[in-house]
């Protein structure tokens, strides 16, 4: 027995969610994962959906701290680092099972209000972190005074969303998403005569 | 009966799926919808994956005769439009619930390489339709000449493709994103020389 039962719960419960998908998922399967009783579950979670709400503020905990450690001495820097950061085709398979996840319970959110307001969360949280960035970079003078925060970071936002998505159902790179979204930043976003200058 | 046992199993297999989602679906289930017999689906299918084959099948025609039919003057008139149509924020509650389904069929397309190969094939014609557009514009002259119509066509197939998801798993609007990626068009590929000269 661990230390932390629920913590143990929730490993479960993600490899049982890789293993068996979300729809299929009995509370059995998570207490088989992670090597418990249904009653230690029910002790500490109440009910499944409970399970995942934890498992989905665990993700986004992650989630946050993998945004806010994002470096760069400059708005365009961080995100540059950032877009990197997050579209990335990544080859490591854990991260690939990761957004197989997380796209299975998209698909669910729309049937379920507790697994969609924790999914929106991701998705503000990543606006948010994009519009400060933008209105740094417009204070700074690195970024053009006419852009929008607002709808940059959402059209940003819906981007990286997209390519994740396809990426995860098509097995398509997003290497060039990334390439085509820099030259988008250079060429919309950017206050050249700035850029000259400081050149 | 109908004319078309296969029609009328087709029409009840996507009720089925908008009614019990794909992972529980049985057989029986779409049989029930479509008011016949397990042994009349096996008859004209084979298996369930075949249905949902030929369900892909049915909405992918739609989908292109939907694109195909896109009206415009001008390759910039066709391009805004497209987007229109792809990204109306639709109040159809047909609409919503079809974008469900697909979005549901997504998700299963990692495991499952007959939706995956033809789910693949919405965003690939989406994307060759784009390009097409894009250089029959730079041809024009209404395009600039130095946008590459491949990956500008991929990142507007993916950006659709993350408004679409979105839509259907927060339920936001995706009417914003439309006017920011019309910004985008305006200042990143129309040759704005050009247009000027035209007007």
Redesign the interface.
């Known amino acids: 027995m661990a230390d932390e039962p629920a913590t143990e719960i929730l490993d479960g419960a993600y490899r049982a969610l890789c293993r068996h998908?979300?729809?299929?998922l009995t509370l059995q399967d998570i207490a088989a994962e992670a090597d418990t009783s249904k009653a230690s579950i029910y002790y500490h979670f109440d009910s499944k959906h409970r399970v995942f709400a934890a498992l989905l503020d665990k993700f986004f905990d992650r989630f946050t701290d993998r945004i806010n450690s994002v470096e760069g001495d400059t708005p365009r820097e961080q995100l540059d680092t950032l877009l990197q950061e997050l579209l990335a085709t990544d080859t490591d398979p854990a991260q690939r099972e990761f957004r197989?996840v997380l796209?299975?319970l998209?698909?669910q959110?729309?049937?379920n209000s507790v697994l969609?307001e924790h999914?929106?969360e991701f998705?503000e949280f990543l606006s948010e972190q994009l519009q400060e960035i933008l209105a740094a970079g417009i204070n700074s003078g690195e970024f053009e005074e006419t852009i929008d925060p607002v709808?940059?970071a959402?059209?940003l936002?819906?981007?990286?969303?997209?390519?994740q998505?396809?990426h995860?159902?098509?097995?398509?790179s997003?290497d060039?998403?990334y390439?085509?979204?820099s030259r988008?930043i250079e060429?919309?976003l950017l206050d050249n005569d700035h850029t000259q200058i400081a050149l």
Request: net charge neutral.
């Open positions: 998908g979300y729809a299929n197989l796209l299975e998209k698909a959110a729309p049937y969609q999914l929106t998705d709808s940059v959402e059209l936002t819906t981007t990286i969303c997209g390519a998505t396809c995860v159902v098509t097995n398509h997003t060039r998403i390439t085509t979204m988008y060429r919309q």
